[in-house]
């Protein structure tokens, strides 16, 4: 350590002067050191509000997409619900669908029995019978029949019942029940 009390107290110029001279030198070194300091600690300050805008503005992105993970999950959740609904709602009809057909399939055995039991039995079968014969037959199904009115009701309900769609349909006697009623409705 300098002792100034020492160096003040010195009559000796030169000494003086190269000490003035020295401490002019170290006042513009430490000058110079304080502006580095200071332009350091200023960059330091912009990186730093840098760092901090970056910071922000990257937890302003997770909290971004950890908002839009959390809707995506839940769509996808909803998502698989509605699938598994749908799913259920699939399997219900083709339950269903399976039953029907079993229980078509019943009839359809039952109805070739019945069929079977009254061709057995000795009752006419329609797809037999001629298209004279037919027409008769068609003419006793509207027998007793007054007005327009009952005439429709009942061609409704035999159309219904002998329709060639129908399990118990006939193709011929539903044209000759068609024949009938055009000839009772003019």
């Known amino acids: 350590m300098i002792d100034w009390e020492k160096i ?88 269903a669908l399976d039953e029907d057909r079993r229980k078509f399939e019943k009839e359809k055995e039952e109805f070739e029995s019945k069929r079977l039991s009254i061709s057995i039995a000795g009752l006419p079968d329609l797809s037999a019978l001629s298209e004279s014969d037919l027409d008769c037959v068609a003419c006793v199904l509207f027998s007793g029949i007054s007005n327009q009115n009952l005439l429709k009701r009942r061609y409704k309900d035999l159309i219904k019942i002998f329709h060639p769609d129908n399990q118990s349909g006939d193709e011929m006697l539903s044209r000759a029940i068609n024949k009938e009623y055009n000839r009772r409705k003019a």
């Open 8 to 95: 003040i107290q010195t009559d000796d110029k030169d000494e003086l002067k190269q000490l003035k001279i020295f401490l002019f030198q170290e006042n513009l070194r430490l000058n110079a050191e304080r502006q580095r300091l200071d332009s350091d600690r200023a960059e330091l300050e912009k990186l730093k509000d840098s760092f901090i805008k970056d910071r922000v503005s990257l937890r302003d992105e997770l909290n971004e997409l950890n908002r839009r993970t959390t809707r995506e999950r839940q769509r996808l959740r909803q998502e698989n619900i509605f699938f598994d609904k749908k799913m259920e709602i699939l399997k219900d009809g083709f339950r």
